[in-house]
């Protein structure tokens, strides 16, 4: 396997190769053999899930080839692996496969520079040697060998090259020591092989001390993050990089780095603290990379967090502008053939209204990318003007970055970010810029269909419960329904007023089981049956009997209480049933406030024999019933009792004459809904008016 696969990369002359095993389940690739890059730079991709957006699961669960052009494309089309790596090369990703089917993957790296295609000699190479591959996988799973130790790929030496004599060996070493500067050379590991007497002596620090180590643990005042940065630039896109770092006390010193497949030489020399890096491989402008790299992974964190397109274009602002610097942003999409605006930051309202509902051209930023896809860089008005020869500076701003927000592999919006001062745009920065939009595209999508979820719970709960409540004479009846504060913001929890004849009524209120569509569909389901026995003139034992009996059948899975309650009001008597459902309160004239205590039945669903035996009471003119779902008083660590309780205060010092401020009262003073709450205040009239 190792001699297969150094063949490939010679042939292909690549700079590195990843080889991955598909697992039994064919759910995951296993990262086995590594060539070109040390532990530590893959680590992340150990373990990959086939249905993970990188190139070689793509490759292996689409069975093709995926060529991936640099940078830009990677940030553009795989924003994941970018912001770990957002360094210029490019990649291949293939399946890895035998005649009985696909068995893993391998990708193939090559340095920054490589033509925009693959040759027809490296496809014909990595054809025959994926093939290779494949035979080699297949011929050790009949012999029962394991392909990889989980965690542990084996990672390949690099090829030893030519080896010195004894006399090249030493001819080298004085050459090292006549050059001005010092000398250190790196292993892939980034550890040091070599180390001349000037450079020891640049860094202040013994050649024993140095030999073995990796820089920035030898030397603590090289442990910030630019450093190891550019090392992994160097080594992952194999052009010469460049920084500067002071040691303590004052002395700056310049490092160059110039990468090869055997490991990378490191030039060192003082340099004046006030002289420009060199522009060969600058590092790039704007905020450092660990900055960058916080606000990204507090950005990505938030956004799994985000529950709707509010929230992200919130949590975009608040994480994107501060990281790179940016002074406005400007989140938009398309509907109808016409450009919205999501949201912004730093913008005035009245500058972007003339925008929104704009029809879509090619003469706007942020309507040409999400035609293209494709992301524009700025640093000036000119060059911006250039483009879109339509567009005026009316921003204020100095440049601009417009980046398409891809999701599932299409723009489905496009983000504008500003800037108070020109700005160069340096290929990494383009990278990040890049990557952190499509972070930005994956979440707006997610937003966008929980807000599309989110519309159509309310449109159905809306049509589930009762538009309005009809007029009885006699009778003052208010009504409150709050949805979950988690969840599709659906779910069972009802309540209906039912007219019988010219002095009866019913009223039912009900909670079944669960918080989504299932639960829904069956609470019209019992709504509709209570109010189908209702009007029949049942009472209330026989409504919920019979409703009971039609949940069996239907054997949903799901269980439902309800209270009912038939209300005489031409006598001044209730009498009330329950399935399994919290009792009711009886504020009295008199101010005081009661617990009914309905005879209790069980749940309706579970037993097609149960009884639901009832309860007698009086209903004066001026009483209040209220019925209420488990929502109003239950709360993680509070007793029922307690909770009931401290209700029945709350309806006590309410004014039995206003009902709608008593419901507000009641609503507001209840544990954070993570339950539905439903809530029916009923008072008969004196005289019937």
Not at 312 to 341: C, S
Not at 387 to 413: F, N
Not at 648 to 654: I, K, M, R, T
């Amino acid at each position: 396997m190792d001699t297969a696969l150094a063949d490939i990369v010679r042939a292909t002359h690549a700079s590195g190769a990843l080889l991955y095993v598909l697992t039994p389940d064919r759910t995951a690739l296993w990262l086995s053999h590594v060539t070109g890059a040390p532990r530590e730079v893959v680590a992340p991709w150990s373990r990959v899930a086939v249905g993970d957006p990188i190139p070689v699961a793509d490759a292996v669960r689409e069975e093709r080839l995926v060529w991936v052009n640099g940078q830009v494309e990677m940030a553009r089309r795989y924003p994941r692996p970018a912001v770990v790596l957002p360094y210029d090369f490019a990649l291949a990703a293939v399946p890895v496969a035998s005649d009985s089917g696909v068995r893993g993957g391998l990708v193939l790296l090559w340095p920054s520079g490589h033509p925009p295609q693959l040759s027809r000699a490296e496809h014909e190479a990595v054809r025959a040697g994926s093939r290779r591959l494949g035979h080699l996988f297949e011929q050790a799973a009949r012999r029962g060998e394991p392909l990889v130790t989980p965690g542990r790929p084996r990672i390949l030496p690099p090829d030893p090259g030519r080896t010195p004599t004894a006399e090249e060996a030493w001819a080298g070493t004085a050459l090292l020591d006549r050059l001005p500067g010092g000398y250190v050379a790196l292993d892939l590991n980034g550890r040091i092989t070599l180390v001349t007497p000037a450079a020891a002596d640049l860094v202040g620090a013994s050649p024993d001390r140095l030999l073995g180590a990796l820089p920035w643990e030898a030397l603590p005042w090289m442990d910030v993050p630019h450093v190891e940065d550019r090392y992994r630039a160097a080594l992952i896109s194999r052009t010469p990089q460049s920084f500067r770092v002071m040691r303590p006390p004052g002395t700056w010193l310049s490092f160059e780095l110039y990468p090869d497949p055997s490991g990378i030489s490191v030039r060192i020399d003082r340099t004046d603290d006030r002289q420009e890096a060199d522009p060969v491989a600058q590092t790039a402008h704007g905020p450092g990379r660990a900055t960058v790299l916080y606000h990204l992974m507090h950005l990505a964190t938030t956004l799994t967090e985000a529950v709707g397109v509010r929230d992200v274009v919130d949590q975009t602002a608040e994480q994107l502008l501060p990281a790179l610097g940016a002074q406005a942003m400007v989140l938009m999409t398309a509907q109808d053939g016409r450009l919205r605006i999501l949201g912004h930051r730093g913008y005035s309202p009245d500058l972007l209204a003339r925008f929104d509902g704009a029809p879509l051209s090619r003469d706007i930023p942020g309507a040409a990318v999400l035609a293209t896809g494709e992301p524009g860089f700025y640093p000036s008005f000119g060059q911006m003007a250039a483009v879109y020869p339509k567009m005026t500076h009316e921003d204020g701003m100095a440049a601009w970055a417009v980046l398409p927000l891809i999701a599932s592999g299409r723009p489905i919006g496009s983000v504008l970010l500003s800037y108070d001062r020109p700005r160069s745009f340096p290929p990494s920065e383009r990278a990040v810029l890049t990557s952190l939009a499509g972070l930005v595209g994956q979440a707006l999508d997610r937003a966008r269909l929980y807000d599309n979820k989110d519309r159509l719970a309310h449109r159905l709960q809306s049509a589930l419960l009762p538009h309005s409540l009809p007029g009885i004479p006699g009778l003052r009846v208010v009504a409150r329904y709050l949805p979950a504060a988690r969840g599709l913001g659906i779910g069972g929890d009802f309540y209906d007023l039912i007219r019988l004849d010219e002095n009866t009524a019913a009223a039912a209120i009900g909670d079944v089981q669960g918080h989504n569509v299932d639960a829904a569909a069956l609470m019209g389901q019992v709504r509709t049956a209570v109010h189908a026995h209702a009007t029949v003139g049942a009472p209330p034992d026989h409504v919920l009997a019979g409703t009971n009996r039609l949940l069996t059948d239907l054997d949903p899975g799901l269980f439902t209480s309800c209270l009912y309650a038939h209300l005489d009001l031409g006598n001044g008597r209730a009498c009330l049933a329950t399935a399994g459902h919290p009792p009711p309160l009886m504020r009295h004239c008199d101010g005081r406030t009661e617990l009914l205590s309905v005879p209790p039945g069980l749940l309706l669903g579970i037993d097609p024999t149960a009884r639901y035996p009832s309860l007698e009471c009086a209903l004066p003119p001026g009483c209040v019933l209220v019925l209420y779902t488990d929502g109003l008083v239950e709360a993680p660590g509070v007793d029922p009792d307690d909770a009931t309780a401290a209700l029945a205060g709350l309806v006590e010092q309410s004014d039995p004459h206003d009902l709608e401020t008593m419901a507000d009262t009641l609503v507001r003073h209840a544990p954070a809904p993570g339950d539905d709450i439903a809530l029916l205040l009923l008072s008969p009239t004196p005289g019937g008016g």
